[in-house]
């Protein structure tokens, strides 16, 4: 059974694997196993000891030299080897990749990794994460759903002049913070009677069964509150009303940063992490997961996260009891990443979210 792969809807155009010759797709397919595995330039001596193909080691350049033509490789300064483009890896993803499925104990190992007994769904999503790290070498992440449990408490903290803190605290124990603005010269006394007044309609209800009923309350006139009080009740709901993309849990950070001697390669990926701490990145993930229905493989600038080559991101989708996609799982690594290794575990492990969640 082969794992479904889907083409981000942005990718640059790539010459169809149609396109080339037997030998130009076997060089193509053996070149970028071997730097997916090595990592270093390849040479033409050998990929001829690879190659079942009758091939010399002169007629191999040629037809490398005719695959960097097209696009698909390039010459590295200090190398007479060569490499693939990002364009040379969407290809071969898209085209000449070669993958199963995974073994029933791989399949039982990431079920019992993600087993969620005695453990809440932030733990386990968590653990998740870190499982895929292990297992692809790379910086596993999680869009993790927006809490859904009862809110046991709401409170308002005052940061300065026209802003304050509000934190939600889940049946569950989770504890959010989120940022909003408020009336200039508001008095602190507002705070806590907007807080007061919500923590009196929570009654076991999730945030937005409360915010449906504190908003038909607002619009009825029947909140007995002051102007300035009901604008904080109103900043908060509008603020929650936005919060439908859950949290990003990232795990393995580090091993992006593994074997990297160039410093501006370092400065990159810690601008990288900064970028995806950032709301509108848990967005974004969520967005490309949600492009198809099976793995999504963006490589280099395709995703829209980061701007430079040598990064990919595999990610899928996973789905609640009414086959909603609440949430994503996948990984950051490097452009070689394993994808035959890590796009069947990704997928498998979305669908064990998804049985967790229905």
């Known amino acids: 059974m082969h794992t479904p792969i889907k083409t981000p809807l942005f990718a640059v ?119 895929l790290s292990g297992l692809a070498g790379a910086a596993g992440l999680v869009v993790a759903p927006k809490g859904e449990a009862p809110l046991r408490h709401i409170e308002f903290v005052p940061l300065g002049p026209g802003r304050a803190l509000v934190v939600l605290v889940q049946g569950d124990g989770r504890v959010e913070n989120r940022v909003i603005e408020v009336p200039p010269g508001l008095p602190p006394s ?80 810690q601008a990288l992490f900064e970028r995806l701490e950032a709301q509108e990145t848990t967005l974004k993930l969520l967005e490309l997961a949600q492009r198809g229905e099976g793995v999504q493989i963006f490589i280099g600038a395709e995703s829209g996260i980061f701007s430079t080559a040598g990064l990919s991101v595999v990610v899928a989708p996973f789905r609640n009891a009414q086959e909603k996609i609440v949430g994503a799982i996948g990984v950051i690594g490097p452009s070689r990443i394993n994808y035959g290794r890590v796009i069947p575990v990704v997928d498998y492990t979305a669908r064990v979210i998804g049985r967790l969640l229905g």
Not at 97 to 107: I, N, Q, S, Y
Not at 233 to 249: D, F, K, N, Q
């Open 13 to 131: 155009p790539s010459i169809a694997t149609s396109a080339l010759d037997p030998r130009s797709t076997a060089v193509l397919r053996e070149l970028v196993e071997v730097y997916v595995a090595t990592g270093e330039p390849v040479g033409s001596r050998t990929l001829s000891r690879r190659l079942p193909l009758n091939l010399s080691p002169a007629s191999i350049r040629n037809v490398m030299a005719d695959l960097e033509e097209a696009g698909l490789l390039y010459a590295p300064h200090t190398s007479a080897g060569r490499l693939p483009t990002q364009q040379g890896l969407r290809l071969f993803v898209d085209g000449l990749l070669e993958f199963g499925d995974l073994a029933e104990e791989e399949r039982a190992e990431i079920a019992a990794r993600c087993a969620a007994h005695g453990r809440s769904l932030q733990d386990t999503l968590a653990e998740a994460g870190q499982m």
């Open 190 to 269: 507002a705070l806590v009677q907007a807080g007061n007044y919500l923590n009196a309609r929570l009654s076991d209800r999730t945030l937005d069964e409360t915010r449906a009923n504190v908003m038909a309350e607002i619009a009825a006139n029947r909140t007995a509150l002051d102007a300035l009080t009901t604008q904080v009740v109103e900043a908060g709901m509008a603020t929650w009303a936005g919060g439908g993309s859950g949290s990003l849990i990232l795990r393995g950070q580090a091993r992006l940063l593994e074997n990297m001697e160039n410093l501006a390669r370092v400065q990159e990926i």
